[in-house]
């Protein structure tokens, strides 16, 4: 199944395709629409979403065996048809020639979680079940003030990348608005928010890890370890085969999700193009050629 980036608009048939054949978590249309604030699209066997003269695109195929030059190929025709100033682009590689100028760059891998006979082991039992004593668990389809109190916290406190900081201040109107969307809460013995994760569940074979914060104001040992075994067991309820953990980002969540078992299961490289008002249909031209050459 094909359809063009000018071609009826991605509906519920189409959504349900692309959620059969997800392989990372920006595959989920209602995520990446309702964050990036969108219009999705499929291009060849690519997914993206499109907002003005901004472009995203999942370079990740929905189906089949990776061509050589298919996403450059597949970015000329975006380029060609949209004609965008910024394309932001994710992929297991990026093609060697990219158009425009490259503004960030970077590299890291999705980390997955085998759900296929998992067994927690020992001594994670014991943290979560210690931790079970003095905190609840609750799951939500929302977020309120307490969250957004403890996201104000954790980012003053780890001060992420501008991008990061957005998709955290986007998440609460996402899951307001999400069919697919899951909060897990663990509450401390006063019964205040000590920490939460969101995941999406949209993707047929696996339950996706998307944001998550704990405080340290009212800091509970363990608790993000609560949750992950609560994310663990909502995802298998709904059937799924493994769980996204994200990308690994630093050694401390590197370790985090390790000894858990999650491991490095896919490349991904990231970019951020921009493509000015000069970048003309003569320029296009002349990218083509150099890929051509």
């Not at 989920?28 to 499929?42: C, H, N, Q, T």
């Amino acid at each position: 199944m094909q359809y063009d980036v000018f071609g009826e608009m991605i509906g519920e048939e189409q959504i349900r395709w692309i959620n059969q054949r997800a392989k990372v978590p920006e595959h989920s249309v209602g995520l990446m629409a309702g964050l990036f604030r969108g219009e999705p699209f499929i291009e060849g066997r690519y997914f993206g979403c499109v907002k003005g003269s901004w472009v995203l695109v999942i370079g990740f195929l929905l189906e089949g065996e990776p061509e050589p030059a298919e996403l450059g190929d597949a970015l000329e025709r975006i380029i060609h048809r949209l004609g965008p100033g910024r394309i932001s682009l994710i992929a297991p590689r990026l093609p060697e020639k990219l158009p425009g100028m490259v503004v960030e760059r970077g590299r890291d891998s999705y980390y997955t979680l085998d759900l296929d006979g998992h067994e927690t082991p020992g001594r994670l039992k014991r943290v979560v079940r210690k931790t079970r004593e003095q905190a609840r668990v609750k799951r939500s389809r929302s977020m309120g003030p307490a969250h957004e109190e403890l996201t104000a916290e954790f980012l003053a406190r780890v001060d992420p990348p501008e991008r990061v900081r957005n998709l955290y201040l986007r998440i609460p109107g996402w899951v307001h608005n999400s069919a697919t969307a899951k909060v897990l809460n663990a509450y401390d013995g006063q019964g205040d928010l000590t920490a939460f994760y969101v995941l999406d569940l949209a993707p047929a074979l696996f339950s996706s890890y998307i944001v998550g914060a704990h405080s340290k104001t009212r800091y509970m040992p363990g608790a993000s370890d609560l949750l992950f075994q609560e994310m663990i067991d909502l995802s298998l309820e709904e059937g799924k085969k493994t769980v996204n953990l994200g990308l690994g980002v630093n050694p401390g969540l590197r370790r985090f999700k390790a000894k858990w078992g999650g491991r490095p299961t896919m490349d991904y490289e990231m970019v951020e193009l921009s493509l000015t008002k000069k970048f003309s249909l003569s320029h296009i031209l002349g990218y083509a050629r150099a890929r051509a050459g």
